[in-house]
């Protein structure tokens, strides 16, 4: 049957759904790597021009670390490019080999190609920055991409739920590096993004280094690790569910256990920190927080209870969580998605949709002289199955 895929590519990774055109069942979260159901937005580009993606280039950082890209998203746009090795990379067509590579992992999975692809994208974004991103896509060989701002992507997944397409909502994301808040208006025909707030502290991974500082208390004799960082990391996610877990320390034999009571003081400046740009985007967007309808939750962080606790006592508005609430944004990219090909249903437009390839766009801003030679992509044979690369 045909579907569309919606995709919510972060800092650190990336995840997919997928939903039925014509039908009214609730997005599927795809699993891509295994049983995982995200995959590290992390991509190796080898000596030999070998592309890997994912895990493979994860395990692979460690010993070629000066081949590995991380962090790609937020360098779209930027005229200086990615060195990897010893050529060198627009951001926004490394950011296409990951696309492409999700697209072919879905089709694998489907056994045909989306419709429609919708991917999502900080509400910050200007033309120029949506421009290179979809241009880059497209001609990496996914033809039919939308954009979409994350928060819009966010409430769609709110809207879904609701007996009307219509309301005043701030949707707050906690994201592994960044965190945002955007006021949007929804109504049947569309949804405006009225103002957002972004700051680069407050997120996921400055909660992993706190809760790591916290561990290596007391013990002079260990030292910071990305593998003690990834224990933390794991940590974390226990400890927002279940509300105790243990962290095993590489140096010591004995993992040391963690409550909730030793973690609440820890996560606490952070919670604060989200309802801290609710406000400040209320602000910015000239409304009352009483007049908003929801505030919508998503980002992996945001499982932890008392995030929306403080929102909710903050507010005193309809605080929206979600079990899964790191695939809040990719669910409601795939709803926009179905909602554009689905007969008889309102155009979704947003206020910060994808120009055409034909409509003039911003320059880029301005920046010293750069002269890195080598800037043409990874050959296309070199990808393997599943990921197609652009054309030399």
């Known amino acids: 049957m045909p579907y569309v895929l919606g995709v919510d590519l972060g800092s650190t990774r990336a995840r997919a759904a997928t939903c039925e055109i014509g039908s009214a069942d609730v997005p599927e979260l795809i699993r891509l790597e295994g049983r995982s159901p995200w995959l590290p937005a992390v991509l190796q580009v080898r000596d030999d021009e070998t592309v890997l993606v994912g895990a493979a280039a994860e395990r692979r950082a460690g010993v070629e670390p000066e081949c590995t890209a991380r962090g790609l998203l937020h360098r779209v746009g930027d005229t200086v490019p990615c060195v990897l090795g010893e050529r060198a990379y627009p951001a926004d067509i490394l950011v296409a080999v990951l696309i492409t590579w999700i697209v072919g992992a879905v089709r694998e999975s489907r056994g045909s190609d989306p419709e429609l692809v919708m991917l999502t994208h900080p509400a910050s974004w200007g033309a120029y920055r949506r421009g290179q991103l979809a241009g880059a896509a497209r001609e990496a060989g996914v033809a039919d991409i939308v954009l979409i701002p994350r928060p819009v992507a966010t409430v769609e997944t709110a809207l879904a739920a609701r007996p009307t397409r219509d309301g005043l909502f701030a949707a707050s994301t906690v994201g592994a590096t960044r965190a945002e808040c955007a006021i949007v208006r929804a109504t049947p025909g569309d949804c405006e993004v009225l103002a957002t707030v972004e700051d680069d502290h407050g997120a996921g991974t400055h909660l992993d280094e706190v809760l790591m500082r916290h561990v290596l208390a007391g013990r002079p004799h260990v030292g910071e690790s990305d593998r003690l960082r990834a224990a933390c990391a794991l940590a974390k996610e226990r400890l927002a569910v279940h509300g105790q877990a243990s962290v095993a320390i590489p140096e010591d034999s004995a993992p040391v256990p963690l409550s909730w009571a030793e973690f609440e003081p820890l996560v606490r400046p952070v919670a604060e920190g989200a309802v801290d740009r609710i406000r400040r985007a209320t602000l910015a967007a000239g409304v009352r927080p009483e007049q908003l309808d929801a505030i919508a939750l998503a980002g992996g962080s945001t499982r932890i209870p008392l995030f929306g606790a403080l929102v909710g006592e903050a507010f005193g508005r309809p605080v929206l969580t979600d079990d899964v609430p790191a695939g809040v944004a990719c669910r409601g990219a795939a709803l926009a998605a179905r909602r554009l090909l689905t007969p008889r249903t ?47």
């Open 346 to 392: 309102p155009e979704l437009v947003t206020a910060a949709a994808h120009p055409e390839p034909s409509a003039p766009v911003a320059p880029p801003p301005p920046r010293p002289p750069v002269d890195i030679p080598g800037l043409e992509p990874p050959p296309r044979r070199r990808f393997g199955r599943r990921a197609k690369a652009v054309e030399e």
